[in-house]
């Protein structure tokens, strides 16, 4: 009797046409930008039918190699950090819907994660980066009757942190969990005064990021996210 990892397993036609159209991209044929071949030259060209075409387009479409627009041919899509973490977006809030410490997990590995981007931009930060933190901080406070913008702004505020680290993984990886996070910020922020000590907050985070105090930015960066930690609450 043959042995189960012998046995050969028929693998659908777009399985097929998804692995040779991604070497197209990978192996540099088809660069960012490029049009991809239309569906009547990839039928002739691989021999097989129309679905099984569409149905390994869409596959490179969820994975971002490719994007389709409708009545145009599918574009090569320039990869970045940023794109390749908006893939995992759907996932991430299915995972956090879905799993009751999932939420919790997420804050924890942000509390962790900021405190080292804190670190790190107090020992990199430019006066540019400083005017560009400030800039974001001086909006915020315009938007203190403002909810969404506070928030948003708020949110940015953090991302360009990360930033200033200069590596676009640790930009990107910011710019996700605090997207994901944000569907469970609740109204505490905008309602109980609380905004203003967010404000407070962020400007000691920018003094000891300006006087290149790692010690001193991680410590007040923990102390914010502590303290705002319990605004991030699964409803129901």
Sequence with gaps: ?????????????????FDRLKTLITSGELGPGDAMPSERD?????????????????ALAN????????????????????SLFQQVDLSAQILLSASPDSLEH?????????????????QRATAEDIKRL???????????EEPKQFIG????????IAAISGNPIFEA???????????????MLTWSG?????????????DHIANHDPDGAEAIMVKHLDRSSALFTRQG
């Design 134 to 144: 400030r800039d974001i901080l001086d909006q915020q406070a315009k938007a203190v």
């Design 106 to 122: 997420l804050k924890q590995a942000r509390r962790f994660f900021e405190r080292g981007m804190a670190r790190e931009a107090a």
């Design 63 to 82: 994975i971002g190699l490719i994007t389709i627009t409708h009545g145009e041919r599918a574009r090569v899509q320039q990869l970045s950090a940023r």
């Design 194 to 206: 609380r905004e203003n000590v967010t404000l407070v907050e962020h400007e000691q985070i920018i």
């Design 173 to 187: 990886v910011s710019e996700s969990m605090l997207s994901w996070l944000r569907q469970y910020y609740t109204e």
């Design 42 to 58: 990839l039928m002739e060209r691989f021999g097989v039918g129309r679905p099984a075409i569409r149905e390994a387009m869409q």
């Design 153 to 160: 702004l708020d949110m940015r505020f953090h991302t360009r």
């Design 1 to 17: 009797m043959a042995d189960v990892s012998d046995t050969i397993v028929r693998r659908k036609l777009s399985h097929e046409v």
